[in-house]
């Protein structure tokens, strides 16, 4: 199969990481389908991946609602490759987590990826081909004293993903993760503002991630150069500081 004649399903495209990967995508010949809340935002994107030669469309769902995520899917319909991409993190302590942030990051992290592989990833399967990336996080392997159910709805994300490389890969669809260290967007922008920058001392290179250097790790997982790799999370870190001598 040619990469000009795939599809790709990308959600949480109206800002950061998602946004790039729809970008990057696009530019290499993939339509995209391109998913988020702000239709304004997404019409945008789809303007500008059509005036860069590429071809996008929009469609709208809020993940917290598993009827709007099933829709998304339908709306989708066959597609090559599915990004869950779309994610919320709101740092807080245990005691002081909401009921209904507990359930947002669970219904945006993890239910919504569970039911857009279910409804997609079969189809792939039949055809005999299929890429899943899903955007992980640090927080899924390093436990923290804020975020914790942030790191639970990523660490069922990472299991989920060796999982379905183990249901599909027999079919010929690919599943892997990708987890990336900070990085700058509007949600870590929204959050940190002008401290932003200080996440990127956290790391050997010193400096934050930018959103295209997910969307490059994102490409190759969906490429056939990267035939070899399955059923496994790709760390785009700039480099683990404990790595350093004590
Ligand atoms: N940035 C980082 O440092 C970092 C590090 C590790 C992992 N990640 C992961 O990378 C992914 C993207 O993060 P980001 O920083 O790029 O996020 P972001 O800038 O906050 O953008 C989040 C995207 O997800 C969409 N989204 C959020 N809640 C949604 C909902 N209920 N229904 C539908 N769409 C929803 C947003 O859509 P609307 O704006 O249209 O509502 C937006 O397109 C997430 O899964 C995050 O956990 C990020």
New binding site residues.
């Given amino acids: 199969m040619t990469q000009a004649s795939r599809t790709a399903l990308v959600?949480?495209?109206?800002?950061?990481?998602?946004?790039a990967v729809a970008l990057e995508l696009a530019a290499n010949g993939i339509e995209v389908i391109a998913?988020?809340?702000?239709t304004e935002?997404?019409s945008q994107l789809v303007k500008e991946i059509a005036a860069q030669g590429g071809t996008a469309r929009f469609v709208a769902?809020?993940?917290?609602d598993a009827d709007e995520v099933l829709a998304l899917a339908d709306a989708a319909g066959d597609v090559d490759i599915l990004v869950n991409?779309?994610?919320?993190?709101e740092f807080a302590p245990t005691a002081a987590t909401s009921v209904d942030s507990f359930d947002?990051h669970i219904a945006?992290?993890t239910r919504a990826p569970f039911l857009l592989v279910g409804a997609l990833a079969p189809r792939m399967a039949e055809r005999g081909h299929g890429a899943v990336i899903n955007?992980?996080?640090?927080a899924a392997t390093s436990p923290a004293p804020v975020g914790a159910v942030y790191g639970a709805s990523?660490a069922a994300l990472e299991i989920l993903t060796r999982s379905w490389a183990t249901e599909f890969s027999p079919s010929g669809v690919r599943v892997n993760a990708v987890?990336?260290?900070?990085?700058r967007?509007?949600?870590?922008t929204a959050m940190l503002g002008e401290n932003i920058e200080l996440?990127g001392k956290a790391n050997l290179r010193g400096t934050i991630?930018e959103?295209e250097e997910i969307a490059k790790v994102v490409q190759f997982l969906v490429n056939t150069d990267s035939s070899y790799i399955n059923g496994t999370v790709i760390v785009a870190n700039g480099g683990d500081p404990t790595l350093l001598p004590g």
């Fill in positions: 959600t949480g495209t109206t800002a950061g990481i998602g946004r998913h988020g809340r702000d935002r997404g769902a809020d993940l917290v991409n779309a994610g919320v993190y947002r945006v992290n955007i992980s996080a640090t990523k987890s990336p260290g900070p990085t967007t509007a949600g870590t996440l991630g959103p």
